[in-house]
């Protein structure tokens, strides 16, 4: 069974950081990729930024120059580093991870940007 740990999200306040940490277990490191989408109210799951196996990102128009992802293959763990925050960053996020044609999603973590 394929199992998420995540972590780092919280309240802060716009112009805020947060780390975010999501880790898999339960599934095999192999080259997938690996990133995080996010979800307002209301509102579709869109992508914020994912990282190749290689380490290659990509990022959102809304993430570039703010955030930056990262992973550690050894550990089967994914990071987004946010710095910058705005309230319009406000969502629950999820990590996932691709495992051949199968995509796998974590829990999800909550991140308020508020004043």
């Known amino acids: 069974q394929v199992r998420f740990v995540e972590s780092g999200g919280g309240s802060v306040q716009p112009g805020g950081s947060l780390r975010l940490s999501c880790t898999a277990s339960?599934?095999?490191?192999?080259?997938?990729?690996m990133g995080w989408y996010r979800q307002a109210p209301g509102k579709q799951r869109d992508l914020v930024a994912t990282?190749?196996?290689?380490?290659?990102?990509t990022y959102a128009d809304s993430a570039k120059g703010r955030f930056t992802v990262s992973r550690d293959n050894a550990k089967n763990s994914v990071y987004l580093q946010m710095s910058g925050l705005k309230s319009e960053d406000t969502a629950v996020y999820y990590c996932?991870?691709?495992?051949?044609?199968?995509?796998?999603w974590g829990q999800g973590t909550q991140v308020t940007v508020s004043s």
């Open positions: 996932f991870r691709d495992f051949g044609v199968n995509r796998f």
């Open positions: 339960g599934i095999g490191r192999n080259f997938g990729a």
């Open positions: 990282v190749s196996s290689g380490g290659i990102p």
